[in-house]
């Protein structure tokens, strides 16, 4: 009989065994910004998480940052007057996500920030691109994706994300950077997946679909080796870091991920579903959440991800990293 409860007599011992041990440096942290000034409103499906003006938004960088988050994620939400067909917002060389990386990075050194490439918050019929018979059109987005990304690096980003599931959005990118003579790097949402996890990051950012769904360039979750492929065409096309999203329900795919590919650094994003599902089953006291979310985390790094975008962040870094 092989005996393994040795391992497992005390913590001192099991943390002594432990294969994956998280640090406040593994995530990266996302943030909604809006218009306006003195703005910090609490999003009703995800306790915890808001919506802030870039002043405030300053503020709790600073804060972040004293905790050891170093590393942010960020998302427009504008108004529906300024949203069109085009997403014209989007990509102007004055948008708020453009002022908002100039302030960040002026006033606050030693961060490193992403920046949300994507036309659904900017759009009337909030979808991820242009529209054509009721469907993005792929070829015609492409241009406004590589112009938003160009701005976003023009005003400092350090990454690029781009998230609309547009095939060839990464080369596009990638080329708009280096006629720009940019070095601005890409983390590519390489295996998005269609999922009903993203229902409280809509009411987030304001940017649920008008009609339809967006099946149809998000990823069918009932697939195998259509992440694997996208991640692979990505990494062709000059991405410096890929994504897998959700992940809390695919550990499969990042795992597979990691294996396959694993010269690239590889992120997943454990979305706003996942996170307000742990936080609701916390306050109705079916779940202690801090031991929740510590295991869920740990899981996903476990599985191969080596970077994790979370709301949980913050919470970790004051529960577990003091």
């Known amino acids: 009989m092989k005996r393994f409860r040795q391992y497992r007599l005390n913590q001192e011992i099991r943390d002594q065994y432990a294969d994956v041990h998280l640090s406040v440096t593994d995530f990266i942290y996302p943030y909604f910004i809006v218009e306006g000034k003195e703005i910090k409103e609490e999003i009703k499906s995800m306790p915890g998480v808001f919506r802030f003006s870039i002043d405030v938004l300053l503020n709790d960088i600073r804060e972040i940052k004293k905790l050891g988050i170093d590393k942010i994620l960020l998302f427009g939400v504008v108004d529906e007057s300024s949203k069109d067909e085009k997403g014209s917002q989007a990509y102007a060389p004055d948008s708020l996500i453009v002022r908002t990386v100039r302030a960040i990075k002026k006033e606050i050194p030693g961060i490193t920030v992403y920046t949300d490439v994507c036309l659904c918050e900017y759009t009337s019929h909030g979808h991820c691109g242009l529209l054509k018979n009721n469907d993005v059109e792929n070829d015609t987005t492409l241009p406004l994706l590589a112009e938003m990304a160009y701005q976003h690096a023009l005003a400092g980003a350090d990454f ?12 596009a990118i990638r080329e708009r ?12 949402y390489s295996a998005k997946y ?6 409280p990051f809509r009411d987030a950012a304001n940017s649920a679909p008008a009609f339809g769904d967006r099946k ?11 992440g694997l492929e996208e991640i692979e065409a990505d990494i ?26 694993p010269e690239v650094p590889l992120v997943a994003y454990q979305v706003s579903g996942e996170y307000a599902m742990l936080k609701a089953g916390a306050q109705l006291g079916y779940l202690d959440e801090a031991g929740t979310f510590y295991e869920s985390l740990s899981a996903i790094k476990r599985s191969g991800a080596g970077q994790i975008i979370t709301y949980y ?8 990293n003091g």
């Open 216 to 226: 149809t360039y998000q990823m069918d979750y009932r697939t195998r080796n259509q």
């Open 177 to 188: 950077l280096f006629r720009a003579g940019l070095s601005t790097r890409i983390l590519a």
């Open 160 to 171: 690029v994300a781009p998230s609309s599931m547009m095939d060839g959005q990464v080369e």
């Open 313 to 320: 962040a913050k919470e970790f870094a004051t529960k577990w």
């Open 236 to 261: 062709a096309e000059g991405a410096d870091q890929v994504m897998i999203k959700p992940a809390m329900e695919y550990l499969d795919i990042i795992a597979r991920a990691q294996q396959q590919f």
């Open 194 to 199: 269609a999922s009903s996890f993203y229902g």
